[in-house]
């Protein structure tokens, strides 16, 4: 069974730090799609950042340069390392997979984990 619990949230001040941790359950990264979104308060969910099954990474153009998503197999655990967080920031971050089952592509998300950026 697949599933996905985050953590590392948290309160910070501008210009400051966290790491998200994501421990996948019932995933293969060799063979399934791993990703971190965020849904800031009062709009929708964006992709912040999305790792292919060969390890390469693509970012959201706003957290380039600032976040950087890693990976181990034999932990099967998945992180987030965002650097110089703005209050723009803020927002219920969700570890997801895309695994290829059945006769669809299926979507599997954690709990979420809060981030809020202020001074």
């Known amino acids: 069974q697949v599933q996905l619990v985050e953590s590392g949230g948290g309160l910070v001040q501008p210009g400051g730090s966290l790491r998200l941790v994501c421990v996948a359950s019932?995933?293969?990264?060799?063979?399934?799609?791993m990703a971190w979104y965020r849904q800031p308060p009062g709009k929708q969910r964006e992709l912040v950042a999305t790792?292919?099954?060969?390890?390469?990474?693509i970012y959201a153009d706003s957290v380039k340069g600032r976040f950087t998503m890693s990976r181990d197999s034999a932990s099967n655990t998945v992180w987030l390392q965002m650097n110089s967080l703005k209050p723009d920031d803020t927002a219920v971050y969700y570890c997801?997979?895309?695994?290829?089952?059945?006769?669809?592509?299926?979507?599997?998300w954690g709990q979420g984990t809060q981030v809020t950026v202020s001074s």
């Open positions: 997801n997979a895309k695994l290829p089952l059945a006769i669809r592509t299926n979507n599997f």
């Open positions: 790792m292919a099954t060969t390890g390469a990474t």
């Open positions: 019932g995933i293969t990264f060799s063979t399934d799609v």
